[in-house]
Nanobody, 116 residues
Framework: QVQLVESGGGLVQSGGSLRLSCAAS????????MGWYRQAPGKQRELVAY???????NYVDSVKGRFTISRDNAKNTVYLQMNSLKPEDTAVYYC??????????WGQGTQVTVSS
């Protein structure tokens, strides 16, 4: 069992930055692929970025060069540094933990709002 708690969301102006954190507990964090997803109003939840247990990051094209995902296994925490934010980045951001083909775990989400 894994519990995930996101923090760091908020309201920011276009071009600004935010750093999201996701603290994990309950299992061996370092073995999990950790990801960030987002869901805008009226849209499906979509993958933003993920980082493998060995620390390899992957991004969707829309955030490449602006977002950085990282992990600190000693703190059981994954981060999403978001720079040059745009209004279209507005969404609820969710943390996700995956291990093999087992059921993934989700956090409760944190709201990010980017004003124009």
């Amino acid at each position: 069992q894994v519990q995930l708690v996101e923090s760091g969301g908020g309201l920011v102006q276009s071009g600004g930055s935010l750093r999201l954190s996701c603290a994990a507990s309950g299992s061996i964090f370092s073995r999990y692929t950790m990801g960030w997803y987002r869901q805008a109003p009226g849209k499906q939840r979509e993958l933003v970025a993920y980082i493998t247990p060995d620390g390899s990051p992957n991004y969707v094209d829309s955030v490449k060069g602006r977002f950085t995902i990282s992990r600190d296994n000693a703190k059981n925490t994954v981060y999403l540094q978001m720079n040059s934010l745009k209004p279209e980045d507005t969404a609820v951001y969710y943390c996700n933990a995956r291990f093999g083909i087992t059921k993934p775990y989700w956090g409760q989400g944190t709201q990010v709002t980017v004003s124009s």
